[in-house]
């Protein structure tokens, strides 16, 4: 692999050690050109929405290495996309709560919005940005199944009513990336949900060329 640039600072003044290793003379770091390699192939991998699984095996590397680089990679965007909100919201922003449900709770006979996930959505800047409210309190049981049915009905009544807005092209956006999941740990949710806000605002090249600047920069 030809490099000309520090990946880390983007200088030119780069000299060789031993075992194919390169040293920047400006920001004195040291790198393995075969990982370097290696992260550029994990980063296009992931912005591909390539399963780390599939990903380890085309490119003969460790399962749990590639599945570290993208739990690694979603912190790194969470961490951007929350920079970028604060510095973007305008006044003229629009927005909007939803409710997550996965499919195994759809799937449930008795129903309850209030193991939902709460979301509020922002469109402002021609970009959606996303919050993680908290969970709604708990109510008597023989309530739930009576609010989860309004809720549908309301949600149902808004769909109908509304023309597609990029919010609500979004939320399809978020339920059909989360499916490949196959179930999220509620405790990592935030992660993967900022990772598809980020794959939403930003086009596949736009992705790559961040999260290279973002993960070599960290």
């Given at each position: 692999m030809k490099i000309t640039n520090c990946p880390y600072c983007n200088s030119r003044t780069?000299?060789?050690?031993?075992?194919?290793?390169?040293?920047?003379?400006?920001c004195?770091?040291?790198?393995?050109?075969?990982?370097?390699?290696?992260?550029?192939?994990?980063?296009?991998?992931?912005?591909?929405n390539t399963p780390a699984l599939n990903l380890s095996k085309h490119l003969n590397v460790n399962y749990r290495t590639v599945s570290n680089?993208?739990?690694?990679?979603?912190?790194?965007?969470?961490?951007?996309?929350?920079?970028?909100?604060?510095?973007?919201?305008?006044?003229?922003?629009?927005?909007?709560?939803?409710y997550y449900f996965n499919e195994k709770q759809l799937q449930k006979k008795n129903k309850s919005l209030y193991e939902a996930i709460n979301i509020i959505g922002f469109y402002t800047n021609n970009r959606v940005y996303t919050l993680l409210m908290p969970s709604l309190p708990k109510a008597p049981m023989q309530d739930k199944d009576e609010d989860f049915e309004r809720y549908l009905k309301w949600h149902k009544l808004q769909s109908q009513n509304s023309y597609a807005t990029p919010l609500k092209e979004f939320w399809e956006f978020l339920k059909d990336n989360l499916k490949k999941y196959k179930g999220v740990n509620q405790d990592n949710?935030?992660?993967?949900l900022k990772e598809?806000?980020?794959?939403?605002?930003?086009?596949?090249?736009?992705?790559k060329a961040l999260l290279k600047d973002i993960y070599f920069r960290n």
């Open positions: 780069l000299y060789t050690l031993k075992d194919n290793y390169k040293k920047c003379k400006d004195n770091k040291k790198f393995s050109l075969k990982k370097i390699d290696t992260d550029i192939k994990i980063i296009e991998g992931f912005c591909n680089r993208y739990d690694i990679f979603r912190k790194l965007i969470a961490n951007y996309l929350e920079e970028l909100y604060y510095i973007s919201i305008q006044d003229n922003t629009s927005y909007e709560e939803f949710f935030f992660f993967y598809c806000e980020f794959k939403y605002n930003f086009t596949k090249p736009i992705c």
